[in-house]
């Protein structure tokens, strides 16, 4: 492969591609069933409780295009997710090729070699095209980036995190912020595909009976999520985010 270099580190085993495999895309939306959501969500409650090792003996490799001073891909929010069930995690830097006219045969070849050698690839930061062409030629599931705010995880972690603190008969969520945003338009889909009322609002009464639970998103960068007045600690998010993320390996992976 000419255009394209990338550094390894705790690579998995080398494997043959099956038709399983290929069918078993991660382009599945998490986001397409109520039912998919509350599987995935019952999962990670169950992994909150005891992880146990169901990715023994997976291999999971991480795209990155960015790196750390010495060369070496950056660590990732996954990578302790995944090896956390007893996954083996390989950290890959990505460098895109010089030349354009290498781009298509290049990363085909880097796709198929990546199929060969792990279970599933995630794509943390790789452009849209080089994305949709590793997903079209690795055959094993890839993801558009587990960790990253704009993939459904963190939209279910964070409607998990608002309805686990109400009652089925009373969930109801106040929205503010840009709802067209990709992440906003996510939670509000999950949202009402698990039957939660989403109320749009520019701002809230803190008093007001409807806004027990509340998603601030004026600010995109930077959600904060309220119960009866008070902040969900963002140590309680970033738990509720990793155990999501462990559910949908466990799903994708291990068949869950």
């Not at 990715?55 to 795209?63: E, S, V």
């Not at 750390?68 to 990732?76: E, F, V, W």
């Not at 007893?86 to 830097?93: S, T």
């Not at 009976?209 to 963002?234: K, N």
Request: aromatic share 4%; with cysteine.
């Amino acid at each position: 492969m000419r255009g394209i270099k990338f550094a390894a580190r705790n690579r998995g085993s080398v494997r043959d591609v099956t038709p399983t495999h290929a069918a078993r895309q991660a382009a599945d939306d998490p986001l397409s069933s109520a039912s998919k959501i509350a599987s995935l969500i019952a999962t990670a409650a169950r992994l909150r409780q005891s992880s146990g090792s169901p990715l023994r003996g997976r291999n999971l490799a991480l795209l990155h295009t960015h790196t750390r001073a010495d060369g070496t891909p950056g660590n990732s929010a996954l990578q302790g997710a995944a090896e956390e069930l007893g996954a083996r995690v390989a950290l890959l830097n990505f460098a895109h090729p010089s030349s354009p006219a290498d781009t298509g045969s290049d990363v085909i070849a880097l796709a198929r070699m990546l199929g060969r050698m792990y279970d599933g690839i995630d794509c943390h930061d790789l452009d849209a095209a080089v994305l949709r062409t590793i997903e079209l030629h690795a055959g094993v599931p890839v993801f558009p980036g587990l960790a990253l705010d704009t993939h459904p995880a963190r939209v279910i972690a964070d409607l998990w995190a608002l309805c686990e603190r109400q009652t089925p008969a009373d969930r109801r969520i106040v929205f503010i912020g840009n709802g067209r945003r990709p992440r906003a338009r996510m939670f509000v889909a999950a949202a009402r595909a698990m039957g939660v009322a989403i109320l749009p609002k520019s701002r809230v009464d803190p008093g007001a009976e409807d806004a027990s639970a509340v998603a601030d998103a004026s600010q995109p960068r930077h959600w904060v999520l309220w119960f009866e007045g008070s902040a969900i600690e963002g140590d309680a998010l970033q738990e509720n985010h990793r155990r999501v993320m462990q559910a949908v390996l466990v799903h994708t992976l291990a068949g869950a």
